[in-house]
């Protein structure tokens, strides 16, 4: 997120594409409160396949698209005592 480590209230989307006939992989750290901060994954800029919806805690997971275009999406509702998002 753009205040990583120090500040998770701000709200971003991260518009990810690499070369067509190749695919997007990112790997996330997150910190986020359970109930109510959020980080989806979606498998298109728009209205494709919701590939993760992460909350908590997560250290080094990856996730891969099925094409060459990704959607990272951080919404936190307040963000508070957590360090949010790297992608």
């Known amino acids: 997120s753009p205040g990583f480590p120090f500040n998770a209230s701000t709200p971003c989307d991260f518009l990810l594409s690499v070369e067509t006939g190749k695919r997007v992989e990112v790997e996330v750290m997150l910190e ?9 994954i979606v498998d298109n ?8 919806n992460l909350t908590g805690e997560i250290s080094d997971k990856n996730f891969t698209s ?9 919404q936190p509702d307040g963000g508070v005592n957590v360090r949010g998002m790297m992608v």
């Not at 800029?45 to 993760?52: E, Q, R, T, V």
């Not at 099925?66 to 951080?74: A, F, G, Q, S």
């Open 45 to 52: 800029y728009f209205g494709g396949n919701l590939l993760a």
């Open 32 to 40: 986020a409160n359970s109930c109510c901060d959020y980080l989806t």
């Open 66 to 74: 099925d094409n060459n275009v990704m959607r990272v999406t951080w």
